[in-house]
């Protein structure tokens, strides 16, 4: 499972979780909620499932037939409990010599507990045949962080009314939803083959896990498919998909790699996923575990509740990812997501999480995996640059120092899917790739996928495993960063002894609790040469002398850059400039740089900004235009002639338009020509920043050039077009505004939502102007939970002022809309408190 679109790059779910965190605080602190989460007890296994399902589009209903093949775990047993979330249970018997005999049952709505025919022992398998109606819209359930909700089986515009949006059905087991759509043990510790037939429309193509064996065309223009798993995997590993999607064959040796997606974005289907064959030679060599399963596909799908999800053999991705070859010029939205899920093939599908307390095992290895294959493909500072953002989610999560990553008590199963679980994790296991080595780090991995493949682990499971490829006993790593929450505040000062020749380096670990161990290297650079030393940090304050010809220009504490640490370096500036120079890592860099960006006026702040600027990695360069004040007059004499040859030569489309969106702050009408090429460029984000730098200059062109822009835009030109309607627009431009917001994710929708209030304050249809209110009223109750609540109450407080205001000077042909406006707005500014 990939959080909605990655806290990573998402400032605004960063913020959320802040937020999240004093939402909750009272829950947290409710010892009563905080029961110890124990593996759940095997009674019975399950061994086979078969499903033969239809589906009720008119009531969003699915009528199924369940065969549950199972047997007692270890002990004789003559009870069954099967999770049924929301069912209509019609029959309910087992199977005995080919005939049905019902049997005794009660039912609570959640659980079914079935007195079984006789005792049964662990070596006797029985049949129960469940015939059930799942009615997953009028279950009432909540999700997570990860997942926004938790209904199981979703029906996307089932009544096909709402003009371009596909008809589609897809579901969503994890972590507990698969019994929302069939009769299950939903656990995480049960594993069972399975069998599914599919009857729908036969204009429609389904997916479901493992291999497609059969296809029946109906007399009534349905289609019967059945899909088969011939290897155990985890009920909420389950999945359906049906609807109008194109499929492209890939294959990565003999394997089918398939990408399902809506017919508009068919065309790209190499492009968007042609990457996948080389992402599962990497990981099996690595591994030393091939590709374990029969085929690899992925699917886009609508209105997704979360980034994406691992289903075995058949990911399910949100329709984030479908982009055009146009799109794709400015970047991948969705290459790490894609690493994501496929390494999970392995963490989470081959070996699963024996519970959701040990969710790392699944999760903080699809985290990692992000980080080495972006190392791998496009270079170390790539993945160095992934492995520090995803540091720093965690490092601005206030709640997250007090979670523990291995997590047996919790309130909800729900509340481990956090930046704890993912980016904490994924860099406490690159930071144990480091201190193992590669080649070891990947043979303990090796170890732990081969001695549970198709079963569980866990975390003891996982350290044992390290622990025989290393031949090193690792119970202090996993002790203090498995089953202990929180970092080390790393504070580092230097003191050099001219007389003596002794440069001290004083470390002192801030933190409340005890002392974290921490190895790491120290280079110490001095005349052109550079000397390692290992060092191995177990108390809370240390002190290192080393010994020298004289003064040393750089000593760099953490020289491979990979603690987890919030750390605060007392080094010169002059320091600074010689580690942005000498010392090789991307975060070398990017420290410097920003110690430098609040010192500008130093003349070595400003030679550390002018490398940056010229560096050879794009997210250098990116990260040192957005440090630049360009109402510094000498920084801005400075820096220009570099952002002009950035904005006219930079290869990297994002760096060119970060470098135009700097150069239209200054509303200089100098750059009127280099702004009006822009929009002429093939890649949104440039054409984006041209038309911010033309708005700035001069609204009216902006508005024109807006108008023939639109019918092509994606992405933040899409972002900037409606900026520019609802400043200089009317009523008019709605539809654009309006469907521009619908289709923008999550970040796009939120840092739109200033220019939507404008456009709305504008509006004097009632009808546009309900239709406006109801889709910030949707945002700000889907997202309600990130404590958005008393933001969007402002927003929509200030356009009621604004209206009410606006009453006493209103022609009088439409104070009756106006009044039904500010009506309507009350209603909306209750809905959402």
């Known amino acids: 499972m990939k959080l909605l679109k990655n806290l990573t790059y998402i400032i605004l779910l960063i913020a959320f979780w802040a937020n999240a965190a004093f939402a909750q605080q009272k829950k947290d602190n409710n010892p009563a909620l905080k029961i110890y989460r124990a593996s759940v007890t095997k009674i019975n296994s399950l061994v086979h499932t078969k499903l033969d399902v239809k589906f009720d589009y008119k009531k969003r209903y699915l009528y199924g037939k369940a065969w549950l093949t199972l047997k007692p775990y270890i002990y004789p047993t003559d009870t069954l409990t099967l999770d049924a979330k929301g069912m209509d249970i019609k029959t309910l018997a087992v199977i005995k010599a080919g005939k049905n005999i019902p049997l005794k049952y009660s039912y609570d709505s959640l659980l079914l507990k079935i007195n079984l025919d006789k005792t049964y022992k662990s070596d006797e398998k029985y049949t129960i045949y469940i015939a059930y109606t799942a009615k997953p819209n009028e279950l009432k359930t909540k999700g997570s962080s990860a997942i926004t909700d938790a209904k199981g089986l979703y029906f996307i515009n089932p009544d096909s009314s709402q003009k371009g949006k596909p008809v589609q059905i897809w579901t969503q087991g994890e972590t507990e939803a698969s019994s929302v759509w069939f009769p299950t043990i939903d656990k995480p510790n049960q594993k069972t083959t399975q069998e599914i037939t599919m009857t729908v429309p036969a204009k429609y193509v389904t997916l479901s896990n493992g291999a497609l064996i059969a296809q029946k065309k109906n007399a009534d223009n349905t289609r019967t498919d059945t899909w088969k798993m011939d290897k155990p995997h985890a009920p909420y590993l389950f999945m359906m998909a049906v609807g109008d999607f194109k499929v492209y064959h890939d294959k990565w040796k003999n394997t089918p790699v398939d990408y399902y997606l809506e017919p508009a974005y068919a065309p790209y289907a190499k492009d968007i996923f042609g990457l996948t064959p080389e992402m599962i030679s990497f990981f099996s060599s690595k591994l030393g575990i091939d590709y374990p399963w029969n085929k690899y596909a992925q699917i886009v799908v609508r209105d997704y509740v979360s980034g994406a999800m691992e289903n075995t053999t058949a990911t399910l991705h949100g329709d984030f990812v479908q982009q055009t070859k146009r799109e794709l010029i400015d970047g991948s939205a969705g290459e790490d997501v894609i690493a994501h899920e496929l390494f999970h093939q392995w963490f989470g599908d081959y070996v699963t999480a024996e519970s959701w307390s040990n969710l790392s095992v699944n999760e903080s290895f699809a985290d990692l995996s992000e980080t080495l294959w972006l190392e791998y493909k496009h270079g170390k500072d790539a993945g160095d640059e992934h492995n520090y953002e995803a540091m720093q989610a965690y490092l601005n999560s206030a709640k997250a120092k007090t979670q523990n990553l291995i997590r047996f008590y919790y309130a909800d ?111 110490v650079y001095l005349a052109g040469k550079k000397q390692s030393h290992n060092y191995f940090m177990t108390s809370k304050l240390d002190s290192l002398v080393f010994k020298l010809e004289a003064k040393p220009d750089l000593v760099n504490v953490d020289a491979d850059k990979i603690l987890l640490v919030n750390k605060r370096d007392d080094k010169t500036l002059e320091q600074f400039a010689f580690q942005y120079t000498n010392a090789p890592q991307y975060l070398d860099r990017l420290e410097a740089l920003k110690a430098a960006s609040s010192k500008l006026g130093n003349a070595f702040a400003q030679k550390i900004l002018m490398m940056a600027l010229a560096d050879k990695y794009e997210g250098i360069r990116l990260a040192a235009i957005a440090s630049i004040d360009m109402d510094n007059p000498d920084v801005k004499t400075a820096v220009l002639p570099f952002i002009l040859n950035i904005a006219k030569k930079d290869s990297k489309t994002k760096v060119k338009a970060a470098a135009l969106e700097l150069l239209a702050s200054l509303k200089d009408v100098s750059y009127i020509a280099m702004f009006n090429d822009a929009v002429k460029s093939e890649s949104y984000a440039v054409q984006s920043a041209g038309l911010n730098g033309i708005a700035a200059l001069d609204n009216d062109a902006a508005f024109i050039i807006a108008q023939k822009l639109q019918k092509d835009s994606k992405g933040t030109l899409t972002s900037t077009i409606s900026s520019i309607y609802a400043n200089k627009g009317d009523e008019n431009n709605f539809d654009f505004v309006s469907k521009a917001f619908e289709d923008a994710g999550v970040q796009q929708k939120f840092n739109s939502l200033p220019a939507f209030a404008i456009m709305l304050g504008k509006l004097n249809d009632v009808q546009n102007f309900k239709t406006g209110l109801n889709q910030v009223k949707k945002f700000a109750i889907d997202n309600k939970k990130y404590g958005i609540g008393a933001f969007m109450q402002t927003m929509l407080g200030n356009i009621l002022k604004a209206k009410t205001e606006g009453l006493a000077t209103a022609d009088a042909s439409i104070l009756p809309a106006i009044n039904t406006q500010i009506a309507y707005l009350k209603e909306t500014i209750e809905a959402i408190k």
Request: aromatic share 16%; proline share 2%; charged share 25%.
């Open 413 to 523: 199963k729900e509340d481990v899917f956090d930046v704890v679980t993912y980016q904490k994790g994924g860099r406490i296991l690159n930071m144990l790739r480091n201190y193992l080595g590669n080649d070891v780090f990947y043979k303990g991995l090796n170890y732990y996928l081969s001695q549970n493949a198709l079963g569980n682990g866990e975390a003891q499971q996982l350290r044992l495993a390290f622990e025989k490829a290393s031949g090193q006993d690792l119970n202090w790593y996993f002790n203090q960063w498995y089953y202990n929450a929180g970092h080390p505040e790393l504070k580092i000062t230097y003191k050099w002894d001219n007389e003596t020749k002794k440069q001290t380096v004083y470390l002192a670990q801030t933190q409340d609790q005890e002392a974290f161990k921490l190895p790491m290297k120290i280079d």
